[in-house]
């Protein structure tokens, strides 16, 4: 997929026996030499700090946040060897008054952003200040984002030339041939060599305990003796394992959309369930799309919408839209209605101008970005996805096994399935050792009580994680947005959600149970076919569509 796969397996079905790691590759320890490598990385990060300085241009951050680099280890077995950077951005509490009722809201200290992915920059998260929603928490606090090990601008890791990254207009079949098949299998083996190539020996230490190391770190030099942090799909993964690593360190965590962290769903199963999951998503658009027909023409039953999207297909694959847009890029955008129900409109209105002789929105959609900039950003974002997920955990190195337990369920969900496969196959074929995953438990009184956040029908991160993880954290409370998809809660349009947020982040209040919320209101039809516009600054998984 095109941005962050976090995905729990769900039901019988999918079970598949997993390959164990190669022989002699043991994976880097969790234990007691990395445990003293942070103590000493964040001694050093406490006595330094953050300097100030200009922030990344494109960001678009407001005027008053400030950005300085941390230096961590790149194995923190060994403080004292080769060291990375993480680049850190830092919008300080505005203290303001903003129900301007004469009580300027107390500052609290740092909130600490990680979006997900892995392979995604939370840097923009300054932004979040200038959204209603968010205004209470950045009066209280200082938001602070970064980009994590090996995402650009911190040292970043590259798999492939970006030049060849975007691929040209190509099929997207759901039920492949063996000769499509075997060409994705070498294309991964490729790219996964790419990988080592490119990044070398480092390649083995990006993985999801070093970003949790590299949190502590960041804990430290902002001068924070317990950390308040609000992690989204990947990040709540990042945030249990901080959680299980450094449970005296913690202050307040908000998780939003969870990823399952049960050692056995890292990450083959996860995929599986995710790909399950996106099909009840697929349909949710159709059906959407179905009941304004009257604004769209795709039809009137979600079966003569999927007929619709078919009719484009085909005629892509004839004729590209723009000489960009083929098969698989009208596939990848519209993967993103799975993720948020606001690109509903504007997929639907593209679509539908298309096959009444319009490519001009579906073009502007789902073409992919011009310039070497952004070639390089997705380059590296998907190095930076594929490292983490390869290195976490087992995989099966045999392709048999995922042809298998694809074809099953491609019988079924045939719409997503393939395209993940192609994503996460390089980890077939990955050369750096694997790790054998935490199992995230805390005991009662070992961690402050958790925030949960999750939609009832979130694909990406199916709510079945959600209530994993409550199981695993004692004291943890869960949020349910009922009857909703949406890939990311916090800061968006549910006012009860942001209630929910807002009583814990200010006041340290949580239900005494789990607690529920009326779904958010689906969206309205958009009756001009026109590219959607820029994404609100708001710090959902999945960039949404302004309302």
């Given at each position: 997929?095109r941005?962050?796969?976090i995905r ?6 999918l079970?598949t026996a ?5 022989a002699?590759?043991?994976p880097e320890?969790?234990?007691?030499a990395?445990?003293r490598?942070t ?17 990344p241009?494109?960001?678009?951050l407001?005027?008053?946040?400030r950005?300085?680099?941390l ?6 077995a060994?403080?004292d060897g ?16 903003p129900?301007?009722d004469g ?13 997900g992915?892995?392979g ?5 998260f300054?932004r979040?200040a200038?959204?209603p929603a968010w ?16 995402v650009?601008p ?9 030049r060849?990254?975007?691929?040209g207009p190509?099929?997207a079949?759901?039920h492949?041939?063996?000769?499509v098949?075997?060409e994705r299998?070498?294309e991964?083996?490729s ?7 490119r ?9 999801s305990?070093n970003?949790a190391?590299d949190?502590?770190v ?5 001068g ?6 609000l992690?989204?799909?990947y ?10 690593l450094?449970?005296s360190?913690v202050?307040r965590?908000v998780?939003?959309s969870v990823v399952?962290p049960a050692?056995g769903?890292?990450?083959y199963?996860n995929?599986l369930?995710?790909s ?9 658009f159709k059906?959407?799309?179905a009941?304004?027909?009257?604004v769209y023409?795709?039809?009137?039953t979600?079966?003569?919408v999927q007929?619709?999207?078919?009719r484009?297909s085909?005629r892509?694959?004839?004729r ?9 890029q009208?596939h990848g955008a519209?993967l993103d ?7 509903w409109?504007?997929r639907?209105?593209a679509?539908?101008?298309y096959l009444?002789?319009?490519p001009g ?6 073409a992919p970005p011009g310039?070497p900039?952004?070639a390089g950003?997705?380059?590296n974002g ?17 392709f048999?096994?995922w042809d298998?337990?694809n074809t099953?369920l491609?019988?079924t969900?045939p ?14 074929y990955?050369?750096?050792?694997r ?6 438990r805390t005991?009662p ?9 999750a939609?009832?029908?979130?694909a990406?991160t199916p709510?079945a ?15 349910t947005?009922r ?10 349009p549910?006012?009860?959600a ?7 982040l200010?006041r340290?209040r949580?239900p005494a149970?789990d ?10 039809p958009?009756t001009a076919p026109a590219?959607?516009p820029?994404?609100e600054?708001?710090?959902?998984p999945?960039p949404?569509p302004?309302?």
């Amino acid at each position: 997929m095109r941005t962050a796969v976090i995905r729990p397996a769900v039901g019988a079905l999918l079970l598949t026996a997993l390959a164990v790691p190669p022989a002699g590759a043991a994976p880097e320890g969790t234990g007691a030499a990395e445990a003293r490598g942070t103590a000493v990385a964040a001694a050093r990060a406490a006595a330094t700090g953050l300097a100030d300085g200009d922030c990344p241009e494109g960001e678009g951050l407001p005027a008053a946040a400030r950005c300085g680099t941390l230096t961590v280890p790149l194995d923190y077995a060994d403080p004292d060897g080769e060291q990375i950077r993480i680049v850190v951005s830092r919008l300080p509490a505005t203290g303001e008054d903003p129900d301007g009722d004469g009580r300027p809201v107390p500052r609290q200290g740092a909130l600490v952003f990680n979006p997900g992915g892995p392979g995604g920059s939370g840097l923009s998260f300054p932004r979040a200040a200038e959204a209603p929603a968010w205004r209470r928490i950045a009066a209280a606090y200082d938001l602070v984002g970064y980009a994590p090990r090996g995402v650009a601008p911190s040292t970043a890791v590259s798999c492939q030339d970006p030049r060849h990254f975007f691929k040209g207009p190509r099929p997207a079949p759901t039920h492949p041939s063996p000769a499509v098949k075997r060409e994705r299998a070498a294309e991964a083996a490729s790219y996964a060599r790419g990988c080592a190539e490119r990044t070398g020996e480092a390649l083995r230490h990006y993985h999801s305990p070093n970003n949790a190391r590299d949190l502590d770190v960041l804990r430290a030099a902002l001068g924070e003796e317990r950390l308040t942090f609000l992690g989204a799909s990947y990040g709540t993964y990042l945030g249990a394992l901080y959680a299980e690593l450094f449970p005296s360190h913690v202050r307040r965590m908000v998780f939003d959309s969870v990823v399952n962290p049960a050692p056995g769903r890292l990450w083959y199963r996860n995929n599986l369930g995710q790909s399950a999951a996106f099909e009840d998503r697929w349909t949710a658009f159709k059906t959407w799309t179905a009941a304004h027909d009257d604004v769209y023409g795709l039809g009137d039953t979600p079966g003569k919408v999927q007929a619709a999207y078919e009719r484009a297909s085909e005629r892509l694959s004839a004729r590209p839209a723009g000489g960009t847009v083929g098969p698989a890029q009208l596939h990848g955008a519209f993967l993103d209605t799975g993720y948020h129900d606001g690109y509903w409109p504007y997929r639907a209105a593209a679509l539908s101008a298309y096959l009444k002789g319009d490519p001009g929105p579906l073009t502007g959609q789902a073409a992919p970005p011009g310039g070497p900039a952004a070639a390089g950003a997705a380059e590296n974002g998907a190095a930076v996805y594929t490292a983490v997920e390869c290195n976490d955990a087992p995989w099966p190195t045999d392709f048999r096994v995922w042809d298998r337990d694809n074809t099953l369920l491609a019988r079924t969900a045939p719409f997503e399935t393939w395209d993940n496969v192609w994503t996460n196959l390089p980890c077939a074929y990955w050369p750096a050792p694997r790790q054998r995953p935490l199992d995230v438990r805390t005991l009662p009184g070992e961690l402050p009580p958790v925030l949960l956040l999750a939609a009832e029908h979130d694909a990406a991160t199916p709510y079945a994680g959600a209530r994993e993880l409550r199981r695993r954290l004692s004291g943890s409370v869960l949020v349910t947005e009922r009857g909703a998809g949406t890939h990311g809660i916090s800061g968006g349009p549910n006012a009860c959600a942001n209630a929910y947020l807002e009583a814990y982040l200010l006041r340290g209040r949580l239900p005494a149970r789990d607690a529920s919320c009326a779904p958010r209101p689906e969206p309205r039809p958009v009756t001009a076919p026109a590219p959607e516009p820029a994404s609100e600054p708001v710090p959902v998984p999945e960039p949404a569509p302004a309302a």
